[in-house]
């Protein structure tokens, strides 16, 4: 068993045998000529005959992949004729009295690179599309297909790299998964098999070629981007299981698709997604959730050395928002401190970190934090339907706080002419403090959003990072239900809604107990988006 790791680019999993892909030759040779016009006719004649097969491979890809998809292709016959590419081919042909096909390939070459060396990782990726015209250019110089045929059985296809009109002319019947060494996932290639809802990993690293057979069985997971070769027979029952486990899910997900979350008898319940970070934007999409409830901004913290600037900041919420179109998206305020911890904040050590400076604490001691990260959130709000909540909140003074400090934020961007939009603001009901005084906190935000982690551990006194008392830490204690209740009770007498993103959203043999409370939103991690959509739909509160 070998275990090879790349990057996923379209989540599913495949099991079958590897079949190795084989270009048919395209090395090109240099050779003279002595008519430079006559070169160049035949070039001209090429050129006829590759634009006919992209037009063929264009309808191919609008049938099976869309038209948004599909004007790749269009671009590629309009790369074929594009002037400056076309120049430099018969520039090279005249000057060096040299055969057609050397000049494509030379050129060709020269143009990825080109396109390879800029910053723009979209324009990068066009390296793989220009070569890829080249080749189709040489090939029907030299009246070859330029495609590997493959055998009857389904397969899981490994190539150094796939240009898009490979991928798209391959047969899509008999791929199970596409993998490749090289590639990028804002190729085309990798965008076509995402649509094309086939299992890919890119990127392996061209070692892993050397190490695969043809016919030897493998299992890629485009979960994970790990490609599996000669799996032991333990590690291929646990893929089966999941692969089963992704079969009901996506039964499940054609089961719910765009239908409402609605009980029997006609209550209705948003459910969004928790996420952590812009990666987990594609799980939200694919699991069909209503939109973000839970965007833990912490991490844009942790995975740096030093606080993320404004700009940065702006970047990755304004790209949260547009991904997510009109749908809400809910981004929490820092979240840091206690087990959250980045060396670059010197947080002092303390004896009782989860009862310490974290959160909303250390937000309001150290605003220049808060306010680069209030900016930008505001900033960004323009770009879709933004909610801000913050975490820990505990007093009414902490609220009123953070409140004016949004005013002056917003003072501040007006001054600027910097634009931002109408943003509701909520907290987390995770400390039993903000619970019991719900009533008093509820007219001053649009919404409650209770964190059932926190929420407990602060409630039975149990630290959640510690395993030895889990037996204690009773989710379904009635004094945590209890404030859920009230705190339902009060956001709605106040005009506010109420949503769930801890854990205990999750939990299933709640939903009904939720529902019954006024619960109106429960936020969950992508993957149990669809298992509470298909509870919601099967409850009847009149019962
Ligand atoms: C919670 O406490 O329930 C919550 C959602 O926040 P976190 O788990 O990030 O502390
Ligand atoms: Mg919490």
């Given at each position: 068993?070998?275990?090879?790791?790349?990057?996923?680019?379209?989540?599913?999993?495949?099991?079958?045998?590897?079949?190795?892909?084989?270009?048919?030759?395209?090395?090109?040779?240099?050779?003279?000529?002595?008519?430079?016009?006559?070169?160049?006719?035949?070039?001209?004649?090429?050129?006829?005959?590759?634009?006919?097969?992209?037009?063929?491979?264009?309808?191919?890809?609008?049938?099976?992949?869309?038209?948004?998809?599909?004007?790749?292709?269009?671009?590629?016959?309009?790369?074929?004729?594009?002037?400056?590419?076309?120049?430099?081919?018969?520039?090279?042909?005249?000057?060096?009295?040299?055969?057609?096909?050397?000049?494509?390939?030379?050129?060709?070459?020269?143009?990825?690179?080109?396109?390879?060396?800029?910053?723009?990782?979209?324009?990068?990726?066009?390296?793989?599309?220009?070569?890829?015209?080249?080749?189709?250019?040489?090939?029907?110089?030299?009246?070859?297909?330029?495609?590997?045929?493959?055998?009857?059985?389904?397969?899981?296809?490994?190539?150094?790299?796939?240009?898009?009109?490979?991928?798209?002319?391959?047969?899509?019947?008999?791929?199970?998964?596409?993998?490749?060494?090289?590639?990028?996932?804002?190729?085309?290639?990798?965008?076509?098999?995402?649509?094309?809802?086939?299992?890919?990993?890119?990127?392996?690293?061209?070692?892993?070629?050397?190490?695969?057979?043809?016919?030897?069985?493998?299992?890629?997971?485009?979960?994970?981007?790990?490609?599996?070769?000669?799996?032991?027979?333990?590690?291929?029952?646990?893929?089966?299981?999941?692969?089963?486990?992704?079969?009901?899910?996506?039964?499940?997900?054609?089961?719910?698709?765009?239908?409402?979350?609605?009980?029997?008898?006609?209550?209705?319940?948003?459910?969004?997604?928790?996420?952590?970070?812009?990666?987990?934007?594609?799980?939200?999409?694919?699991?069909?959730?209503?939109?973000?409830?839970?965007?833990?901004?912490?991490?844009?913290?942790?995975?740096?050395?030093?606080?993320?600037?404004?700009?940065?900041?702006?970047?990755?919420?304004?790209?949260?928002?547009?991904?997510?179109?009109?749908?809400?998206?809910?981004?929490?305020?820092?979240?840091?401190?206690?087990?959250?911890?980045?060396?670059?904040?010197?947080?002092?050590?303390?004896?009782?970190?989860?009862?310490?400076?974290r959160a909303i604490r250390l937000c309001l001691?150290?605003?220049?934090?808060?306010?680069?990260?209030?900016?930008?959130?505001?900033?960004?709000?323009?770009?879709?339907?933004?909610?801000?909540?913050?975490?820990?909140?505990?007093?009414?003074?902490?609220?009123?706080?953070?409140?004016?400090?949004?005013?002056?934020?917003?003072?501040?961007?007006?001054?600027?002419?910097?634009?931002?939009?109408?943003?509701?603001?909520?907290?987390?009901?995770?400390?039993p403090a903000a619970a019991i005084i719900s009533?008093?906190?509820?007219?001053?935000?649009?919404?409650?959003?209770?964190?059932?982690?926190?929420?407990?551990?602060?409630?039975?006194?149990?630290?959640?990072?510690?395993?030895?008392?889990?037996?204690?830490?009773?989710?379904?204690?009635?004094?945590?239900?209890?404030?859920?209740?009230?705190?339902?009770?009060?956001?709605?007498?106040?005009?506010?809604?109420?949503?769930?993103?801890?854990?205990?959203?999750?939990?299933?043999?709640?939903?009904?107990?939720?529902?019954?409370?006024?619960?109106?939103?429960?936020?969950?991690?992508?993957?149990?988006?669809?298992?509470?959509?298909?509870?919601?739909?099967?409850?009847?509160?009149?019962?």
């Amino acid at each position: 068993m070998m275990k090879f790791t790349g990057k996923g680019v379209y989540g599913a999993i495949a099991i079958g045998k590897i079949a190795v892909f084989e270009r048919q030759g395209m090395r090109v040779k240099r050779v003279p000529i002595s008519d430079p016009a006559a070169e160049i006719e035949r070039l001209e004649a090429a050129k006829a005959v590759a634009l006919t097969q992209l037009g063929e491979i264009y309808e191919k890809a609008l049938k099976e992949v869309g038209e948004a998809n599909a004007q790749i292709f269009e671009i590629h016959s309009m790369m074929v004729e594009d002037e400056d590419y076309n120049d430099a081919i018969a520039e090279m042909i005249r000057s060096q009295s040299i055969n057609a096909e050397y000049a494509v390939a030379m050129t060709g070459e020269n143009f990825a690179e080109m396109f390879a060396s800029m910053d723009d990782s979209y324009m990068q990726a066009r390296a793989a599309d220009v070569k890829d015209i080249s080749n189709r250019i040489i090939a029907c110089l030299a009246n070859e297909q330029g495609t590997g045929e493959l055998s009857d059985e389904k397969v899981i296809l490994c190539a150094d790299d796939l240009a898009p009109s490979e991928t798209v002319s391959l047969d899509k019947d008999k791929i199970l998964a596409f993998v490749t060494a090289n590639g990028s996932a804002n190729s085309h290639t990798a965008i076509l098999a995402r649509n094309m809802n086939i299992p890919a990993i890119i990127g392996l690293g061209e070692a892993f070629l050397g190490e695969v057979q043809n016919g030897v069985t493998a299992i890629a997971d485009g979960f994970t981007g790990e490609l599996i070769v000669d799996p032991d027979a333990e590690t291929l029952t646990a893929y089966q299981k999941k692969q089963q486990e992704e079969i009901e899910k996506k039964l499940l997900l054609q089961k719910l698709n765009g239908k409402e979350n609605i009980t029997l008898d006609g209550t209705r319940i948003n459910v969004f997604a928790n996420i952590g970070s812009v990666d987990n934007i594609g799980a939200v999409l694919l699991n069909d959730a209503g939109g973000i409830g839970l965007f833990r901004s912490e991490f844009l913290y942790l995975e740096k050395t030093d606080y993320p600037t404004e700009e940065e900041q702006f970047r990755v919420y304004k790209k949260v928002l547009e991904s997510m179109a009109s749908k809400k998206v809910i981004i929490r305020t820092l979240d840091i401190g206690a087990d959250k911890q980045a060396d670059y904040f010197h947080l002092e050590k303390e004896e009782n970190p989860a009862l310490g400076l974290r959160a909303i604490r250390l937000c309001l001691k150290r605003p220049e934090i808060f306010r680069t990260q209030l900016r930008a959130l505001y900033r960004a709000s323009v770009y879709g339907n933004l909610g801000i909540m913050f975490p820990m909140v505990a007093n009414e003074w902490e609220l009123q706080e953070i409140l004016a400090l949004c005013e002056q934020v917003k003072e501040e961007l007006t001054a600027e002419n910097l634009p931002y939009a109408d943003v509701e603001l909520g907290i987390m009901i995770e400390t039993p403090a903000a619970a019991i005084i719900s009533d008093k906190l509820a007219p001053m935000v649009d919404f409650f959003s209770v964190g059932t982690n926190d929420l407990t551990q602060y409630t039975l006194a149990c630290d959640r990072q510690n395993p030895q008392i889990e037996h204690f830490c009773d989710t379904h204690h009635e004094a945590l239900l209890r404030l859920i209740e009230w705190s339902a009770k009060n956001a709605h007498a106040n005009g506010a809604w109420i949503g769930i993103c801890g854990e205990l959203a999750a939990d299933t043999t709640l939903t009904e107990a939720f529902l019954r409370m006024g619960i109106d939103e429960l936020s969950v991690s992508p993957s149990f988006v669809l298992k509470v959509r298909d509870t919601i739909r099967k409850i009847d509160l009149r019962k």
